[in-house]
């Protein structure tokens, strides 16, 4: 016995890979201080300087929402503040949550550096997960980063192309006042840091992705096991010679125990997520109204056509990715409940029937994730459609208003 656990040991440390994809050690949450470590540092003056800087940005443009005197540029600050909301609760959530992302990660990394199970489709299936999770966070870098450029330099190039002064700051704000040359310069530049800092604090915003990824495939893992319980039931009476009813129920023991890790670990995630659909469900139907007001309205400069058509790409991107993603992870459920009431669950002692059929009502329904606050929105495809349509609803209200 000892001989064949040793054996099976040695094949799974064999077969295991650098473990999970965490997203926290990637070079933008080093930059923003999200990053792995901040589980045992806390709060550091670094920290503190780019939640400072996130907060005067936002505070400065919801100011100037009520100094401006026209109506594109007064949209432009709306846009700007509800942004700035959305990148200060990042920190915040990520600042708040780092123990629980820090006990996430820690389970993913484990379960996919050592499988529970030596089925060649599983691997397969954690490595497919972890390119997947690699891709998707070096598009949100590609994203983030090429919003940089025309979020700073399309208004004043615009500008400087049509024969004006090319001194126009990104956001139009009314206060601080820049009548000045110097007082320009030290806006402009203000602006210039915070934009960087906000395109940094929107690839961590997205970031998420990873996680849920990795979580499906955790799901899928599962559902393949459930699938293959006899094959495994057999090559286990044959290793550990013992009759095949007991080493089925042994089988079907570990998938109950690994999908109520599952569920812990996703409930521990929970706050994190609801709070990141939170955010972006609370502010991205009025920034895209207040983005393509002016393409809608004909009242508009290359700059700003520009600048809106690369924005509205990048939200629709990620308000699309949000809700697809959270709903696929939550939807495993109601396939482990498929998978397990066709086990031969049937036939075992009323320890284990307890143990399933608790499992079994517990996973009818698939668990979405709900915006905090609210148990309305859930983080479904129908919420993404219902947005955009409720974006066409504030760009409506606001052509009225003008």
């Not at 979405?368 to 209200?397: C, D, G, M, P, Q």
């Amino acid at each position: 016995m000892e001989s064949v656990a040793m054996g099976e040991g040695e094949q799974r440390k064999t077969n295991s890979s650098e473990g999970c994809v965490d997203y926290r050690k990637f070079v933008f949450c080093r930059l923003m201080r999200t990053d792995d470590g901040l589980v045992k540092r806390g709060i550091t003056g670094s920290l503190l300087i780019i939640m400072v800087t996130t907060v005067a940005m936002e505070t400065c443009s919801f100011v100037s929402i009520f100094m401006s005197k026209q109506l594109q540029s007064c949209l432009d600050c709306v846009r700007s503040f509800l942004l700035g909301n959305l990148v200060t609760m990042v920190l915040f959530n990520e600042f708040a949550n780092r123990k629980r992302l820090a006990r996430l990660h820690d389970f993913l990394n484990s379960s996919m550096s050592s499988p529970r199970t030596d089925l060649p489709e599983a691997q397969e299936i954690l490595n497919k997960a972890r390119e997947e999770a690699s891709s998707s966070l070096r598009m949100y870098i590609i994203i983030f980063s090429g919003n940089i450029a025309p979020m700073i330099l399309a208004q004043p190039l615009a500008e400087w192309i049509s024969g004006h002064s090319w001194k126009k700051l990104p956001i139009p704000w009314a206060f601080p006042p820049s009548d000045s040359d110097v007082k320009f310069g030290l806006v402009f530049t203000f602006q210039c840091i915070g934009v960087c800092i906000a395109n940094c604090l929107g690839m961590v915003f997205m970031s998420f992705s990873s996680i849920t990824i990795q979580m499906t495939a955790m799901f899928d893992v599962l559902l393949l096991s459930l699938r293959r319980i006899e094959n495994r039931a057999t090559i286990r009476t044959q290793r550990e010679e013992m009759d095949y009813k007991t080493s089925l129920l042994y089988c079907l023991r570990e998938d109950v125990i690994f999908y109520q890790q599952l569920v812990r670990e996703m409930t521990s995630a929970t706050p994190h997520l609801r709070n990141t659909f939170l955010a972006f469900s609370a502010t991205v139907p009025m920034i895209m109204a207040c983005e393509a007001y002016p393409i809608i309205s004909g009242n508009f400069t290359i700059g700003d056509l520009i600048r809106s058509f690369v924005f509205l790409a990048i939200q629709f991107t990620c308000w699309a990715q949000t809700c697809t993603k959270l709903e696929t992870m939550t939807d495993q459920h109601e396939a482990v409940f498929r998978e397990i009431y066709q086990t031969p669950w049937s036939d075992s002692g009323p320890v284990y029937k307890r143990l399933v059929y608790t499992t079994l009502l517990f996973s009818t329904q698939p668990k979405h994730i709900k915006a905090r606050l609210s148990n309305e929105i859930s983080a479904t495809t129908s919420t993404f459609y219902s947005f955009v349509v409720s974006s066409f609803n504030w760009l409506s209200i606001i052509r009225k208003m003008n």
